[in-house]
């Protein structure tokens, strides 16, 4: 660690000073009521963070330089991955992270306001019923389902018949079970009329639902079993748009079923 930048993550005061100058200029006497520290500990450190560049004094206020800004964003979304880490610890040791691209888990941190949802002895079902309350409340939604359930197939054709846009991608077990218990022909009309898009992976190791206001996951154990007891679900805007590029990672693999080849199915 012999950056000087990297030094930075050894002092939380000048982390904190750092964070706190992160969008205005402020003088020693608000860096020291807001931090708790002495007015001559916050100079020394103010000194350190000038003599490599991250701030600068302008007449009375301490500032941030152009380099300062960047440092800061980088503090944050550390930050804000070591709290999603720490706060969903066990989530993370017991499930099989690698179906999330590398570049999604360095910004982990997008999860930040998201909230673990659990089956317990009291609520048997409460993981698939907060599921089915986020899908219904959405008017457009995507999805990648490695997993099927019946129940499901009633709510998105409930979607498709009050107007909503919908885009899926499944794999091939879960579609053939879908189009076996689902209206086919009503299924057909909605991919007709552009308001169903359906998608075919080789594999999916994870479960994602986003719509408009709404995020929601699920994971593999690391036995390799999905697990149906618990999801991470947010209506944190970063935390859906984190999920719409985890979404069009996995389109891009994807192959778009047409209405010939959904017949065949």
Known sequence: MSSPYLKLFRSELKLNIISSLLG???RLS??????????????????DLEAINLTRKVGKNYKLTSLGVMQALLIEEASSAVDVLERFQEFWLQHDVTAIPGYLLQRIGALQEASLIRDNTIELDRVHSTFQQLLLSSRRVRGLSPIFHSDYIGAFQRLLSEG??????LTRD?????LSLADSQQLIDYVMKDKLRVYLADE????LTVTENSFSIGLFTNEGQYDYSQDLVSDN?????????????????????????LNLI
């Open 174 to 178: 879960v579609l053939s079970r879908t």
């Open 164 to 169: 909503a846009n919908v885009e899926l991608v």
């Open 204 to 207: 999916l190791r994870v479960a």
């Open 30 to 47: 608000v860096l020291r009521d807001e931090l708790g520290s002495s007015g001559s500990t916050i100079i020394h450190a103010l000194q």
């Open 237 to 261: 805007q970063k935390a859906i748009e984190w999920g719409e590029e985890l979404f069009r990672h996995y389109l891009k693999e994807a192959k778009r079923l047409d209405l010939g080849e």
């Open 24 to 26: 205005e200029k402020k």
